[in-house]
């Protein structure tokens, strides 16, 4: 399993969730979504294709974002953690996307790391060894994400590199040669690596909550906002693995 994700950047596990697990958590993306849509109307029809922090939300009670921490470090998925990691993983965060008000709107190769800020020669030293892994849980059938398999250990072919950063005319969302598409079901379990080229493949008004995980390294720190961790009493009633 480790192999497989350290060769291809991500880890397909087709029928992973039963409809029970899953329903213990849809209701509560789904109370998240309507709220953040009244909420942030301007920013959905001006492009946004995800939101974030649903266990920091004011918008969940107490006792369902505990419902979603216990899915969070459901043991069944914590194994997957813990084999995937080098070392030991450290929960990010969380996020759900969605297609985008727009329908024309285009999707865009990028990698995540591209956007923090590090110049192109610190991002190619980072992805060596750096681990930051999306578990992608679709609630809906979707078109998935388009990869570039092992790309989150090599950097990009030029025209590659030409596409995500729109250089010589190239565009974002323009056909990479050696994109490898992961179509999704409700059920399914999708691990990829954030570090990888890669795009979102939108459409069927897709409904997906990803939970991030990273490499527990003091250079992420920047990125953990404490409060969508789980506070000392939260803690004491849930396997600590990952935080
Ligand atoms: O699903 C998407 O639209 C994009 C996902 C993605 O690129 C990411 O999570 O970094």
């Not at 419902?67 to 459901?74: E, H």
């Not at 994400?145 to 590659?160: N, S, V």
């Not at 399914?188 to 390294?217: K, P, T």
């Amino acid at each position: 399993m480790q192999n497989d994700f350290e060769l291809n950047s991500y880890l397909y596990i087709p029928n992973f969730f039963t409809e029970e697990e899953l329903k213990q958590i849809e209701p509560i993306l789904e109370k998240f979504h309507q709220q953040w849509l009244n909420e942030f109307d301007q920013y959905f029809k001006e492009g946004l294709i995800n939101s974030h922090s649903l266990t920091s939300s004011t918008y969940l009670t107490k006792e369902e974002r505990f419902q979603l921490f216990q899915f969070i470090t459901a043991k069944k998925l914590i194994d997957i953690v813990t084999t995937i990691f080098p070392n030991k993983a450290k929960f990010l965060n969380t996020q759900l996307f969605f297609d985008p008000y727009n329908k024309e709107q285009k999707n865009y190769w990028h990698r995540d790391i591209q956007y923090t800020g590090l110049s192109i020669e610190e991002q190619k030293e980072s992805i060596k060894t750096q681990n930051v892994v999306h578990f992608r849980i679709p609630l809906k059938k979707e078109e998935g994400i388009e990869l570039i398999p092992g790309t989150h250990r090599q950097w990009d072919l030029p025209i590659e590199e030409e596409t995500r950063l729109s250089i010589n005319d190239r565009k974002p969302n323009d056909v990479l040669e050696r994109g490898k598409t992961i179509s999704l079901n409700r059920g399914d379990l999708l691990l990829f690596s954030a570090n990888s080229i890669h795009r979102g493949l939108y459409g069927y008004e897709r409904f997906s909550f990803d939970i991030i995980y990273c490499d527990d390294i003091p250079e992420f720190n920047a990125f953990i906002d404490p409060k969508n961790q789980p506070n000392k009493q939260e803690l004491t009633l849930l396997d600590n693995r990952v935080f």
